[in-house]
């Protein structure tokens, strides 16, 4: 009887101490709310900002060739991760190169992309302005010419009479 007490005695402490350990391990674990999925608009949000990859001009919220469907679920576990839309936007063109974007960032050359419709537009809508104010402005009069006295008149009938006659 002396041997089981002793085992209990011995074996008490440390179920115990393993109870406690397995509540301590599991316990935040139970805490944690679970992340909710990511949602289609949200994938869609960061898509329509890059370009399909085999598809020309098509945007990769819009296209869904078996590659976009990949970096549709490659940008998804992205998000899942806790990147920003930024982020996932640059990860894309460090991999890809700058053709993945729908839009060319305003800077370098890209910013020509941006300013000469910004700038043209109103050039052009005040070349249209002066071009119909012009346009309906009547056009001057022409003086007419002077009529030839009759003496000039004579002349040119003598001139003519000897050439042809």
């Known amino acids: 009887m002396r041997g089981s007490r002793l085992l209990a005695f011995t074996l008490r402490p440390v179920l115990l101490v393993w ?15 679970p992340t ?12 329509k900002n890059l370009y399909c990859p085999v598809c020309e001009n098509v945007p ?3 296209c869904d060739t078996p590659a976009c469907v990949q970096w549709k679920e490659e940008i998804r576990t992205l998000l899942a991760e806790g990147r920003s839309e930024s982020e996932i936007v640059e990860f894309f063109v460090t991999r890809y190169g700058m053709r993945v974007l729908a839009a060319p960032p305003p800077q370098g050359i890209g910013l020509g992309v941006w300013l000469i419709p ?3 537009l109103p050039a052009a809508g005040l070349w249209l302005a002066l071009r119909l104010a012009r346009w309906r402005r009547p056009a001057p009069t022409p003086e ?3 009529e ?4 000039e008149n004579a002349r040119m009938l003598d ?3 000897r050439e042809h006659w």
Do not use: F, Y
């Open 118 to 120: 910004a700038l043209g």
């Open 159 to 161: 001139r003519w009479i």
């Open 60 to 62: 990769l919220d819009a």
């Open 144 to 146: 007419p010419p002077p």
């Open 36 to 47: 909710p999925p990511v949602s289609d608009d949200e994938v869609n949000r960061v898509a």
């Open 19 to 33: 109870a406690l350990a397995v509540l301590a391990v599991t316990r935040p674990a139970g805490a944690q709310t």
């Open 148 to 151: 030839p006295s009759l003496d």
